[in-house]
């Protein structure tokens, strides 16, 4: 009841005041301010009362409202109802530049990647222009999508409205590049930048460390502390991985004490790294003073961190250690339940393999190939063949119904 009586009130004063103002501006932001005052009082029922005050704004005649429109698309596309966003859109008379920037961003928190895309297209066409944020972040959906030609699209718009002056946006184009695999466009932006900053040098390093291009990585590293710009961890980090990607597991670690000798904290990530290399060289030792480490810095809250943890101590033949880290994780990833699983079936602990498969597929994580995968190679390796093939058997099931009904992942 105190909701309508909030609601009529509501409307009461916009109507008064839509009549006794000729000032569109103070009269929308007026609405506006009003909607966002109930829908944050404690006693607005959510969704539903949206969807209610929405339906009364339509019937009202107030939905042609461009700044009521963007109001709504940022509500629905919070609720993940994106379907219903794009609809208040589409039914907007004036599409406005800020609108279109509104449901370009909103279908981009909702991943709808090929949406936002042919969004900006159109905008185009409607000589609407894009924020410097919605570049930023529609560049960014092109490297996810490894979309190339529409990246290149965007770095044209960029060129044409002469936005390359906005650091941001050429550290995105960078980075869309080097995930499309244009390692060259990259550099050539780089290049032509006028001022780099962090985040700019970051990209390029990170483009030549992943496309495996490690010793010009370290020139640029080193042009950098040249420049008078201080390397952060995420600096650290993309050399990591890069050498962590190329097989390089020595220079891995090599570089984890360097990051540590320039006096950086490690974080999950280079920990990652630094766990992943001991692994391949086997240097347990270190793996445990690594451990030692996640446990002082309170690292332990990362799966990744977890999951390289139990399959160090698998390999290393600590299965009660792996456990232990294993059961300590959190919100445990495929590749967590995978590990232990496998460790459970080389031990020939088949048993326990098959309790953790079904915990696993109890909580919502399906098997996937290396699930099976693990488990034919222990009982194969143990001489339980009939077992092996009835996992095998289990895999074409499974295969079928995943062919039969997609929506099974």
């Known amino acids: 009841m105190l909701f309508w009586k909030n609601l009529e009130v509501l409307e009461v004063t916009h109507v008064r005041f839509w009549r006794s103002s000729r000032n569109c501006i103070i009269k929308e932001w007026n609405l506006i301010a009003k909607l966002s005052l109930l829908f944050n009082w404690h006693g607005f029922d959510g969704f539903t009362g949206w969807v209610e005050i929405h339906a009364c704004l339509i019937k009202k005649g107030f939905h042609v409202d461009v700044h009521l429109s963007c109001a709504l698309i940022n509500y629905y596309g919070k609720c993940w109802d994106i379907d219903r ?23 981009l928190r909702s991943e709808r990647w090929e949406n936002a895309l042919e969004l900006f297209r159109r905008m185009q066409f409607a000589s609407a222009k894009a924020t410097g944020g919605t570049t930023v972040k529609l560049l960014q959906a092109c490297g996810k999508l490894r979309a190339l030609n529409e990246g290149k699209q965007i770095h044209g718009y960029v060129l044409r409205f002469g936005l390359v002056s906005n650091t941001s946006i050429c550290n995105s184009i960078i980075s869309m590049y080097s995930r499309n695999n244009r390692l060259k466009l990259a550099r050539a932006v780089f290049d032509s930048m006028e001022e780099h900053n962090l985040s700019s040098w970051n990209s390029i390093i990170s483009s030549y460390a992943c496309d495996g291009c490690l010793n010009e990585a370290w020139d640029i590293f080193k042009e950098m502390e040249h420049s008078n710009i201080k390397p952060d961890i995420i600096t650290w980090n993309s050399l990591l991985s890069g050498h962590l990607l190329q097989g390089s597991f020595e220079m891995v670690l090599n570089s984890f004490r360097s990051l540590q000798n320039a006096g950086f904290k490690p974080d999950s990530c280079s920990v990652t790294s630094a766990l992943q290399a001991v692994i391949e060289l086997g240097f347990f030792k270190l793996g445990k003073e690594i451990h030692g480490y996640i446990m002082r810095n309170k690292l332990d809250y990362d799966v990744y961190v977890c999951t390289s943890l139990v399959d160090m101590y698998i390999k290393n033949d600590c299965l009660d250690k792996a456990q232990a880290v294993f059961h300590h994780t959190k919100n445990k990833n495929i590749c967590a ?7 459970y079936s080389f031990k020939g602990l088949f048993r326990n393999a098959a309790k953790l498969l079904n915990q696993m597929e109890e909580e919502g994580i399906k098997p996937d190939l290396v699930t099976w995968n693990s488990l034919v190679s ?32």
Do not use: R
């Open 85 to 107: 966003a794009n609809q208040v859109f589409h039914e907007t008379l004036y599409q406005e530049d800020f609108l279109w920037n509104t449901i370009i961003m909103a279908n």
């Open 337 to 343: 339940w995978n590990s232990l699983i496998s460790g």
């Open 378 to 409: 222990g009982y194969s390796m143990w001489g339980h063949i009939e077992e092996a093939l009835a996992v095998i058997n289990q895999m074409k099931i499974w295969d079928l119904l995943l062919m039969w009904c997609p929506g099974l992942l």
